[in-house]
């Protein structure tokens, strides 16, 4: 079964600096995808960023980037120059490959952004 | 992108009762959908993938007469929690898959349930 582990319960950050939220995933799997959703307080999911195992080159969305270890079986999300509006609960999560399959998630990290 | 919506955004009942939860992916056809439950600070724990034209499976632990859901369209699918009680109180989330290969899922925007 797969599993996915966030050591970093809570966090903090100073506007505009940077921040590395960790992820620990383990699966016997080589096709799958992984993720990071950003839970804000009005609770919606948002997806943040999207990495396709098989692709080495680690993905990139404006602020948010990743670092993919398939080897290590890690996979991390930096935020830079850090907004007031990041502070949120970020969630790492796994899925098949198989589009009908479930995702599985982490526990969560709580990001707060301090002006 | 692809837009999930959740009805209703949160309910109050009496112990007892019963409470349906609709959820519609409203531009896109979704032959697989899920729900999770998410209790305050925690993470989301999946409770049912509801397949289209079929029974839906159940995570362990999740007693399916309790928490009945029917997948009824391409486009629809409902949670019921019979016999609420106070200990159901949560915030119950679904989200659809558009079926394409690696699409991700689209999440509903929740549904916050109280239980007297």
């Known amino acids: 079964a797969q599993t996915v582990t966030q050591s970093q319960p809570e966090m903090s950050v100073q506007e505009a600096e940077t921040v590395t939220l960790s992820c620990t995933y383990d699966?016997?799997?080589?096709?799958?995808?992984l993720f990071w959703y950003k839970q804000p307080p009005s609770r919606q999911m948002i997806l943040v960023i999207r990495?396709?195992?098989?692709?080495?080159q680690n993905a990139t969305e404006n602020r948010f980037s990743v670092n993919f270890q398939k080897a290590a079986k890690s996979f991390s999300l930096k935020i830079s120059d850090s907004q007031l509006g990041d502070t949120a609960m970020y969630f790492c999560?796994?899925?098949?490959?198989?589009?009908?399959?479930?995702?599985?998630f982490g526990p969560g990290t709580s990001l707060s952004v301090i002006p | 992108g692809a837009v999930v919506s959740q009805h209703p955004s949160r309910v109050i009942c009496k112990s007892g009762t019963s409470v349906k939860i609709e959820c519609r992916s409203l531009?896109?056809?979704?032959?697989?959908m899920f729900w999770y439950r998410q209790f305050p600070k925690q993470s989301l724990m999946l409770m049912a993938t509801?397949?289209?034209?079929?029974?839906?499976?159940?995570e362990q632990g999740v007693e399916k007469d309790k928490f009945l859901i029917n997948h009824a369209s391409l486009t629809l699918s409902t949670l019921t929690v019979t016999s609420a009680h106070p200990e159901d109180s949560s915030f119950y989330i679904c989200?659809?898959?558009?079926?394409?290969?690696?699409?991700?899922?689209?999440f509903g925007p929740g549904t916050r349930l109280l239980v007297l």
């Open positions: 989200s659809a898959n558009p079926g394409l290969a690696g699409e991700t899922q689209y």
């Open positions: 699966t016997s799997e080589s096709n799958y995808y």
């Open positions: 990495q396709e195992a098989y692709k080495q």
């Open positions: 999560a796994f899925m098949m490959k198989t589009s009908y399959d479930k995702v599985i």
């Open positions: 531009d896109f056809q979704a032959t697989t």
């Open positions: 509801s397949n289209e034209g079929s029974k839906a499976t159940y």
